[in-house]
């Protein structure tokens, strides 16, 4: 019997509309004249979902009983027994009730396909086996159903029933998803915006995967080969040097251009494991292409360059990074192409980028064009070749010598003569070319075996010999000469480039700056002294009694520092360098001084707006307080003996109220002081948050018609400081209370995530436009009211920074429908982080 078919409906969060696509497509199969029953389909409540059941053919359920309750599960035998041509499933990941026939629902659907049946099925992306730990990282939720990946990616066909965040937030809100009583909840934890758009993504990146390894397996099935570029794939090439980090990091920069890149790292080791590599350097570059999001690999192959590409190819690459060869030139045109050049070749259509690379401790220095162009080794060389390739020579052409051969002699040792002076210059040159007209006239020009020269073309042969040494050397040793004023250029306009750079890096310029000139000069150490004598930079570790340079920075009659360079003494082309690296020294100083200034001076415009702020609140909320406190006191006082006993009392009481409002806001200024000049006394202990919030919600008075409580009982002690937390639920609850709609209440729930808790205080007020949110944080801000009754508008900022001195946040979200969302954060108390205390203690 042919098997049936599996198409499933990946969603990333409940209430994406999965079951309802469900139903849309059996109900247009129905209409294309197919047999589609229903298996199974849980509406949950909704209304639209439920009218779309009207007119399918449902199979009946099976009645389970487990411990005196009454649960409904997918009859197997049933839909078997109908063998519809189609059958919808909904809920794959579902646990079945005790004593059925199988333990999971999507046993039940493998049970249905290999009867032959078609059935499309629903699961939500946090069942999937693989994804359990990602999902509860995201949202702080275990997952107990599950379903095996190999299920899910077994299915001939898997679909995502995509719905942005913000829209599924309002179905939600709106009580298409949950009942009304639910919403809240929901809104505060699983169904958070940051929650659902990592979700979101997750289900996304699955499916591409899901498809990526569909579309390798049509590939591998039809014989493809070439690339096909649905994806940026960059392969990096490791040999365990120094430049495996440069190649790697250029390579996730690659990737980085396009959405969904990949970066895989592979090295190449040999049949035998005897292919020169740093275990080490591996090791650490495995761990930075992990960090960098990519994978490590390793193949094996003796061939390199083939194995390279043939690896790119496995795995689709659109890209192959490899760095430049180290060899020289001599070695790659007596070993021929190198690694490079053969991948280029042999790569087709994957692009190829040859990365130029250094050792990391090689860093930047200047070449010294003082002295011999070319180096004592160089000369030693070309004197070891002329004492070597002498004798050979010689003894090669005496044993192929004739009458007519010595023309060939001559030109032997000739080139025996500009070999020698390619590699050591003009006087091993000129040695090769004195001893190899000695040897011509001992060996081949008559009287043999004497070194008498008896025709004046011999000697003039001898002297022609010495002047084309002298010529050559002399134009290899102006070669070499220029060859090394162009590296100093170049590393002259690496290091100006350099210098010009850091200045514009701001902070960063000075410590880069000191650490490019130890580098450029070879110093064993550089340090940038204050006029005072404090030490501003430093880079490298003197050498003690070691010669120093001291170099004043800025003005030389009033320096403002001074650069000291320890080591041998800068040649008079490195000071040129050094005087611009001074001055941009000073430029940097001057730089950092203006920097310093401006924070001050922008600190001093905040103190003054803060001042005038306070000044603005003093006269007029200050004002009011205090002045009908004095006006009750006169009033007692002028009244006298003659005052009633109720208008006594009312003027006691205007004082009373008065002064109470004047010291509450003399305490908002003390605190809201404290608070910004960061002495903030906190006192961290375990609190229960429902002690908290009713004592918050007695002190304001509010009573069940003002304020709704959705408090977790589960909760456990948060760590916080009682008398601040307190106040910060009395100053949120206080505002959300003020502003929220007239026949609303304000809703006050607690949730647990993970290792931290929430407090969400509700309102459904107008709301606070997402650009001026922050501004309902800074001290005596009231966005435009202008009721002076309500205070210095301190209580927000007081709420934040009491908040944040406990390690908690407070941040505003937007409620759904209308008004503003408060949200504290903290963490929940460890039991082990404080002392429990005595009873004795508590009371």
Do not use: C
């Not at 004043?552 to 050094?578: W, Y």
């Not at 003054?608 to 004095?630: E, F, G, N, Y």
């Not at 003390?670 to 009713?694: C, E, M």
């Amino acid at each position: 019997m042919k098997r049936g078919r599996l198409r499933v409906l990946l969603g990333a969060a409940p209430g994406v509309g999965k079951t309802y696509e469900m139903l849309q497509e059996g109900r247009r199969l129905r209409a294309d004249g197919r047999d589609v029953v229903i298996g199974l389909v849980e509406t949950h409540g909704r209304a639209a979902t439920a009218a779309l059941i009207e007119g399918l053919p449902v199979v009946a359920r099976r009645t389970v009983r487990h411990r005196d309750v009454e649960l409904s599960e997918l009859d197997v035998e049933a839909v078997k027994e109908r063998h519809p041509e189609i059958a919808l499933v909904d809920e794959l990941a579902h646990t079945n009730a005790p004593g059925s026939r199988h333990a999971k629902r999507w046993q039940d659907v493998q049970e249905l396909l290999d009867d032959g049946i078609d059935v499309i099925t629903t699961v939500n992306v946090q069942h999937i086996e693989s994804l359990g730990d990602v999902v509860e990282q995201i949202t702080g939720v275990a997952q107990r159903e599950t379903v095996p990946d190999a299920v899910v990616r077994g299915a001939d066909q898997v679909e995502v029933v995509d719905l942005a965040p913000p829209s599924l937030r309002d179905r939600l809100s709106a009580g298409l998803v949950y009942p009304a009583e639910r919403i809240d909840a929901a809104l505060s934890n699983y169904f958070r915006l940051g929650n659902l758009t990592a979700l979101r993504e997750l289900a996304l990146l699955w499916l591409a995967d899901e498809v990526d390894s569909a579309l390798k397996l049509y590939r591998a099935e039809h014989g493809i080969t070439g690339t096909w570029q649905a994806r940026e794939r960059v392969v990096v090439a490791l040999t365990g040097g120094p430049e495996g980090e440069t190649l790697l990091r250029r390579g996730a920069r690659i990737a980085a251009r396009s959405a969904g890149g990949e970066v895989l790292a592979v090295h190449v080791s040999s049949q035998d494991g005897l292919r020169s590599a740093t275990p080490g350097a591996l090791a650490q570059q495995r761990l930075l292409v992990e960090s960098l999001g990519g994978t490590y690999h390793q193949v094996v192959g003796d061939d390199v360059p083939r194995a390279l590409v043939e690896f790119a190819r496995s795995v689709n690459a659109t890209q192959l990074v490899i760095g430049a060869s180290r060899r020289g030139r001599l070695a790659a045109l007596l070993t021929g192409a190198g690694i490079g050049a053969t991948v280029v070749r042999e790569s087709g259509d994957i692009d190829v980028h040859i990365v130029t690379h250094a050792a990391a401790a090689r860093g930047l220095h200047l070449p010294r064009v003082t002295g011999g162009a070319l180096s004592l080794k160089r000369r030693l060389l070309g004197f070891a070749v002329a004492l070597v390739g002498g004798p050979l020579l010689s003894w090669l052409l005496y044993a192929t010598s004739n009458s007519d051969s010595i023309t060939a002699d001559v030109l032997a040792y000739q080139l025996l003569v500009v070999v020698v002076a390619l590699v050591g210059g003009i006087w091993p040159a000129l040695f090769a070319a004195v001893l190899s007209g000695l040897t011509l006239d001992y060996l081949f020009i008559d009287p043999l075996f004497t070194v008498t020269i008896a025709d004046p073309d011999h000697a003039l042969s001898l002297v022609l010999y010495i002047v084309i040494a002298i010529l050559v050397s002399w134009v290899v040793d102006q070669a070499a000469r220029r060859t090394r004023v162009a590296q100093r250029a170049a590393a002259e306009s690496e290091l100006l480039a350099t210098v010009a750079g850091s200045v514009l890096r701001g902070e960063s310029a000075i410590p880069a700056l000191v650490s490019r000139a130890r580098e450029a000069f070879g110093m064993t150490g550089v340090r940038l002294v204050a006029a005072d004598g404090a030490v501003l930079a430093t880079d490298g570790e003197p050498v003690p009694d070691e010669r120093m340079t001291r170099l004043p920075v800025g003005d030389p009659a009033d320096p403002t520092a001074f650069l000291e360079l320890h080591g041998a003494e800068p040649d008079a082309s490195a000071r040129r360098l050094l005087d611009v690296t001074v001055a941009q020294l000073g430029a940097a100083l001057e730089h950092s001084a203006l920097t310093e200034t401006a924070r001050e001076a922008g600190l001093l415009a905040e103190t003054d707006q803060v001042r005038t702020a306070l000044l603005s609140a003093v006269s007029h909320d200050l004002r009011r307080p205090l002045a009908a406190a004095v006006a009750a006191i006169g009033g007692l006082r002028a009244a006298g003996p003659g005052l009633s006993a109720a208008d006594r009392e009312e003027l006691l009481a205007t004082a009373d109220e008065s002064l109470a409002t004047l010291s509450a806001l003399v305490t908002d200024l003390l605190d809201v002081s404290r608070v910004q000049a960061g002495v903030l006394a906190v006192s961290l202990s375990p609190v229960d948050s429902a002690g908290t919030i009713l004592a918050a919600v007695d002190e304001l008075a509010l009573g069940p018609d003002a304020v709704e409580l959705a408090l977790d009982p589960d909760l456990p002690p948060l760590r916080a400081d009682p008398v601040l937390l307190q106040r910060v639920v009395v100053n949120v609850l206080a505002n959300a209370v003020r502003y929220t709609a007239p026949g609303t209440r304000v809703r006050l729930s607690t949730s647990r995530l993970g290792d931290r808790a929430q407090i969400r205080v509700v309102d459904h007020g107008t709301g606070v436009s997402p650009e001026r949110q922050d501004d309902i944080f800074s001290p005596f801000q009231r966005l435009g009211d202008t009721d002076n009754t309500t205070g210095l508008g301190l209580g927000l900022a007081l709420s934040r920074g009491f908040a944040e001195g406990m390690g908690a946040t407070l941040t505003p979200e937007d409620t759904p429908g209308g008004g503003l969302t408060m949200v504290v954060e903290l963490p929940v108390a460890e039991a082990s982080a404080f002392p429990v205390p005595s009873p004795e203690a508590a009371s």
